[in-house]
């Protein structure tokens, strides 16, 4: 015991002599994620639109009125010509134009088709699907209005049937990205610094061949690996208080089980930390765990629903995906954070969890048992 | 002749680390596979979840319009309001549809029939177009419903208004169309910094650039040396996502091919400039490794507009944007891929990227300079 009080003692010594990791660490999961969530949104609002009304009429204003009206166009940029609008979208200045024929009012009042056309920049699909919704929605109205006047006028009055959706956003009634970023933020810092820090420790320890040193002490291997272990998940863990603080700053609700999320973070740090071992194994120097480490952390990263729903994957990649804790950890941090719900929606995810991150924990820890990648590739 | 001598020098250094050569063609190959398909925010088949109490014709009717259409796909009946909210809670539905007992009364009575719809915010853009879709919808259901009203009543025609859609450079609204011409820029960034910065590095670390500080060789050869060999795998490099992006992903390329490739080179060089830079302000083979990647891999994947739209930033981040030369190849990618517009639209980004690299490559050879001396 004491044996152990002693090698975890010169863990937490060296890990903290290396205050650029710490600092890389406290970074990640603090200034990381106000910036992140201050910049990074895919929220469509104010949209500039062009404006070419060719009729002219109180109709046609009323219309272009109902644009105006709304917070998610913002500035109206009126036209004169067709060539003005190619130029405008061509230059990326309007997202979006509105073109009203001349015979708008006519039609509309003869009873004939009223056209209305839309041009959407399509270069972001995202923006482009939000504009065209929101167009539709606008238009739609419109044109029930439209109806509802053309019968009054015909003394027709108020029976005409309309069916009225009245929609509840739940989890998030604002529909702002940042909730969303926020926890993402905090998932994502636990699989880079879990990975990271591991790997790097390992390798370097290996490198200035200290580790030897260490094979040849009493200690046993469990012992050794979980001295080395415990500086880099104790101030991870740590690291969460202020992270959750930052996201409650933002407005995340963080309502649901908090101790379902804390025992996730466990999970799915100790399987991050299996990554990184099994990394220090691969990588014959310091470099080489870095550069390996980025590029299982990047598509674990953005395959595992942390920055794209898993929802619009592919069938094949959303069947990947099953296989990265990553994925389970986001759900739960959803789930408990922004849903406000608890284990008994979301025990299957922490199943998965458990299953897959307590795997690599242990995958990690055998391989370091052997000896393997604690002396080196030799 | 210099020159090519030191370019033949660093071709076998290279020749003899075939992992690594390997790793930089094929990886990024590979994340252009993963991340074209991977990263989409297309919203298609949302898992839809009915709890119909009225259970009537009527709302048998305005179900169809939503199982009809290519966006919704019915994944559940449910029973009562707790099993509405379960669905949401775990996942299993984006859109749950109430209709009230008293709906399909409301409409025959010509009162506004309410329905209610429940959407999954927590992705705020999912739920946005989710939403838009939902009102949609509705929205052309009611209007059918009161012409069915009004022709019943005699009225022959009814105002009706149509809207004609067009979507400029992306008709389909893919995703793909969207980041492949970006993934370009950010996938140039992964390799050709780090590779060139290493095999600077790499000398300093073993002490045999002494022996060129020594030599007559001006530092301005010996970088151009160093480089020659790493700007042609880098441009290699381009080449072939270039070509999977357009054969495979069957990214439209509208614009030019020359000013494509143009652009494609300068930026090139602009990468294996980062490379030389990043060695000349670090001693370690770690620490250039973690400079070319933490400073300038990760902040570009955010903040070259790949991905996350840069017109949404704060001013202050839009600013900070302009520091990662990604940001200039991204916008003169899209341009010629999507827009198929000419030069006098992608001069000034061009001109960018051109001026970035002279800077990076006079502020190395600068302090190279200062090092010899």
């Given at each position: 015991?004491?044996?152990?009080?002693?090698?975890?003692?010169?863990?937490?010594l060296?890990?903290?002599?290396?205050?650029m990791?710490?600092?890389?660490?406290?970074?990640?999961?603090?200034?990381?994620?106000?910036?992140?969530?201050?910049?990074?949104?895919?929220?469509?609002?104010?949209?500039?639109?062009?404006?070419?009304?060719?009729?002219?009429?109180?109709?046609?204003?009323?219309?272009?009125?109902?644009?105006?009206?709304?917070?998610?166009?913002?500035?109206?940029?009126?036209?004169?010509?067709?060539?003005?609008?190619?130029?405008?979208?061509?230059r990326?200045?309007?997202?979006?134009?509105?073109?009203?024929?001349?015979?708008?009012?006519?039609?509309?009042?003869?009873?004939?088709?009223?056209?209305v056309?839309?041009?959407?920049?399509?270069?972001?699909?995202?923006?482009?699907?939000?504009?065209?919704?929101?167009?539709?929605?606008?238009?739609?109205?419109?044109?029930?209005?439209?109806?509802?006047?053309?019968?009054?006028?015909?003394?027709?009055?108020?029976?005409?049937?309309?069916?009225?959706?009245?929609?509840?956003?739940w989890?998030?009634?604002?529909?702002?990205?940042?909730?969303?970023?926020a926890?993402?933020?905090?998932?994502?810092?636990?699989?880079?610094?879990?990975?990271?820090?591991?790997?790097?420790?390992?390798?370097?320890?290996?490198?200035?061949?200290?580790?030897?040193?260490?094979?040849?002490?009493?200690?046993?291997?469990?012992?050794?690996?979980?001295?080395?272990?415990?500086?880099?998940?104790?101030?991870?863990?740590?690291?969460?208080?202020?992270?959750?603080?930052i996201?409650?700053?933002?407005?995340?609700?963080?309502?649901?089980?908090?101790?379902?999320?804390?025992?996730a973070?466990?999970?799915?740090?100790?399987?991050?930390?299996?990554?990184?071992?099994?990394?220090?194994g691969?990588?014959?120097?310091?470099?080489?765990?870095?550069?390996?480490?980025?590029?299982?952390?990047?598509?674990?990263?953005?395959?595992?629903?942390?920055?794209?729903?898993?929802?619009?994957?592919?069938?094949?990649?959303?069947?990947?995906?099953?296989?990265?804790?990553?994925?389970?950890?986001?759900?739960?941090?959803?789930?408990?954070?922004?849903?406000?719900?608890?284990?008994?929606?979301?025990?299957?995810?922490?199943?998965?969890?458990?299953a897959?991150g307590?795997?690599?924990?242990?995958?990690?820890?055998?391989?370091?048992?052997?000896?393997?990648?604690?002396?080196?590739?030799? | 002749?210099?020159?090519?001598?030191?370019?033949?020098?660093?071709?076998?250094?290279?020749?003899?680390?075939?992992?690594?050569?390997?790793?930089?063609?094929?990886?990024?190959?590979?994340?252009?596979?993963?991340?074209?398909?991977?990263?989409?925010?297309?919203?298609?088949?949302?898992?839809?979840?009915?709890?119909?109490?009225?259970?009537?014709?009527?709302?048998?009717?305005?179900?169809?319009?939503?199982?009809?259409?290519t966006?919704?796909?019915?994944?559940?009946?449910?029973?009562?309001?707790?099993?509405?909210?379960?669905?949401?809670?775990?996942?299993?539905?984006?859109?749950?549809?109430?209709?009230?007992?008293?709906?399909?009364?409301?409409?025959?009575?010509?009162?506004?029939?309410?329905?209610?719809?429940?959407?999954?915010?927590?992705?705020?853009?999912?739920?946005?177009?989710?939403?838009?879709?939902?009102?949609?919808?509705?929205?052309?259901?009611?209007?059918?419903?009161?012409?069915?009203?009004?022709?019943?009543?005699?009225?022959?025609?009814?105002?009706?208004?149509?809207?004609?859609?067009?979507?400029?450079?992306?008709?389909?609204?893919?995703?793909?169309?969207?980041?492949?011409?970006?993934?370009?820029?950010?996938?140039?960034l992964?390799?050709?910094?780090?590779?060139?910065?290493l095999?600077?590095?790499?000398?300093?670390?073993?002490?045999?650039?002494?022996?060129?500080?020594?030599?007559?060789?001006?530092?301005?050869?010996?970088?151009?040396?160093?480089?020659?060999?790493?700007?042609?795998?880098?441009?290699?490099?381009?080449?072939?996502?270039?070509?999977?992006?357009?054969?495979?992903?069957?990214?439209?390329?509208?614009?030019?091919?020359?000013?494509?490739?143009?652009?494609?080179?300068?930026?090139?060089?602009?990468?294996?400039?980062?490379?030389v830079?990043?060695?000349?302000?670090?001693?370690?083979?770690?620490?250039?490794?973690?400079?070319?990647?933490?400073?300038?891999?990760?902040?570009?994947?955010?903040?070259?507009?790949?991905?996350?739209?840069?017109?949404?930033?704060?001013?202050?981040?839009?600013?900070?944007?302009?520091?990662?030369?990604?940001?200039?190849?991204?916008?003169?990618?899209?341009?010629?891929?999507?827009?198929?517009?000419?030069?006098?639209?992608?001069?000034?980004?061009?001109?960018?990227?051109?001026?970035?690299?002279?800077?990076?490559f006079?502020?190395?050879?600068?302090?190279?300079?200062?090092?010899?001396?």
């Amino acid at each position: 015991m004491q044996r152990l009080a002693a090698a975890i003692r010169k863990e937490f010594l060296q890990f903290w002599r290396d205050r650029m990791l710490v600092a890389l660490v406290v970074f990640i999961y603090t200034a990381d994620v106000v910036i992140c969530t201050v910049a990074l949104t895919f929220d469509v609002k104010n949209l500039t639109v062009a404006v070419f009304d060719q009729d002219r009429t109180q109709l046609s204003a009323r219309l272009v009125e109902r644009f105006s009206a709304t917070d998610y166009f913002g500035r109206l940029v009126p036209v004169e010509r067709f060539g003005e609008i190619d130029l405008l979208l061509d230059r990326g200045e309007v997202d979006l134009a509105l073109v009203i024929p001349p015979d708008f009012a006519r039609h509309a009042a003869s009873g004939a088709p009223a056209e209305v056309q839309v041009l959407l920049a399509g270069l972001n699909s995202n923006t482009a699907n939000a504009a065209r919704g929101y167009v539709n929605v606008i238009l739609g109205r419109f044109a029930h209005e439209l109806l509802a006047q053309a019968a009054a006028a015909r003394g027709i009055s108020t029976d005409l049937p309309e069916v009225v959706p009245e929609i509840r956003i739940w989890y998030n009634p604002q529909l702002e990205f940042k909730h969303f970023m926020a926890v993402s933020m905090i998932v994502v810092a636990s699989l880079t610094v879990g990975v990271i820090t591991t790997a790097a420790s390992l390798v370097r320890e290996r490198e200035t061949g200290t580790i030897e040193q260490l094979a040849v002490t009493p200690l046993r291997v469990d012992e050794i690996i979980l001295a080395k272990a415990l500086p880099p998940f104790a101030i991870c863990m740590i690291s969460l208080v202020p992270s959750l603080l930052i996201g409650m700053g933002f407005g995340v609700p963080a309502q649901g089980a908090l101790e379902l999320f804390v025992l996730a973070s466990v999970l799915s740090l100790a399987g991050s930390m299996g990554i990184g071992v099994f990394i220090a194994g691969f990588a014959e120097s310091l470099q080489q765990a870095l550069l390996i480490g980025f590029f299982v952390i990047f598509p674990l990263m953005f395959l595992s629903g942390t920055t794209v729903p898993i929802d619009s994957m592919p069938r094949v990649m959303q069947v990947l995906s099953l296989v990265s804790p990553t994925r389970y950890y986001m759900e739960i941090a959803l789930g408990t954070l922004l849903k406000g719900v608890g284990w008994s929606a979301l025990w299957p995810q922490l199943l998965g969890l458990t299953a897959i991150g307590g795997a690599m924990a242990f995958a990690g820890w055998a391989r370091l048992a052997r000896g393997g990648a604690l002396i080196g590739r030799a | 002749m210099i020159l090519t001598a030191l370019a033949r020098k660093e071709l076998v250094e290279i020749r003899r680390d075939p992992v690594t050569l390997a790793l930089a063609v094929v990886l990024p190959v590979v994340m252009l596979f993963l991340f074209g398909y991977g990263i989409s925010l297309d919203v298609e088949d949302v898992r839809l979840a009915v709890l119909d109490h009225d259970r009537s014709q009527a709302s048998a009717e305005l179900l169809e319009r939503f199982t009809s259409s290519t966006y919704f796909r019915r994944v559940a009946e449910l029973r009562s309001p707790g099993e509405a909210a379960e669905a949401l809670d775990r996942g299993r539905a984006t859109v749950v549809l109430v209709v009230p007992p008293e709906y399909s009364r409301n409409l025959a009575s010509g009162r506004p029939a309410r329905i209610q719809v429940l959407v999954d915010g927590s992705f705020s853009v999912i739920g946005l177009i989710v939403s838009n879709y939902v009102n949609a919808i509705v929205s052309e259901h009611s209007m059918s419903l009161a012409r069915r009203a009004l022709a019943a009543r005699g009225v022959v025609s009814p105002p009706e208004m149509r809207v004609e859609t067009r979507v400029w450079y992306n008709a389909p609204m893919k995703t793909v169309n969207y980041i492949v011409p970006g993934l370009f820029a950010v996938l140039l960034l992964a390799f050709p910094p780090m590779l060139t910065a290493l095999s600077i590095v790499r000398e300093k670390e073993r002490g045999t650039i002494e022996q060129v500080y020594v030599s007559p060789i001006r530092p301005a050869v010996y970088i151009l040396g160093k480089i020659l060999p790493y700007a042609v795998i880098a441009f290699g490099e381009m080449l072939l996502v270039l070509a999977v992006g357009t054969l495979w992903f069957q990214v439209p390329l509208r614009g030019s091919v020359v000013l494509l490739l143009g652009a494609s080179l300068i930026y090139v060089l602009v990468t294996v400039g980062i490379g030389v830079f990043v060695s000349t302000t670090t001693r370690t083979q770690v620490a250039a490794v973690f400079l070319s990647l933490v400073a300038t891999l990760m902040p570009s994947v955010l903040f070259s507009g790949f991905l996350f739209p840069i017109a949404t930033m704060p001013y202050v981040m839009q600013l900070y944007t302009y520091a990662f030369p990604a940001r200039y190849f991204t916008d003169v990618s899209r341009d010629l891929f999507l827009k198929g517009v000419g030069l006098e639209y992608i001069w000034g980004n061009v001109l960018l990227l051109a001026v970035y690299a002279a800077v990076l490559f006079s502020a190395a050879s600068l302090l190279f300079r200062k090092k010899v001396a």
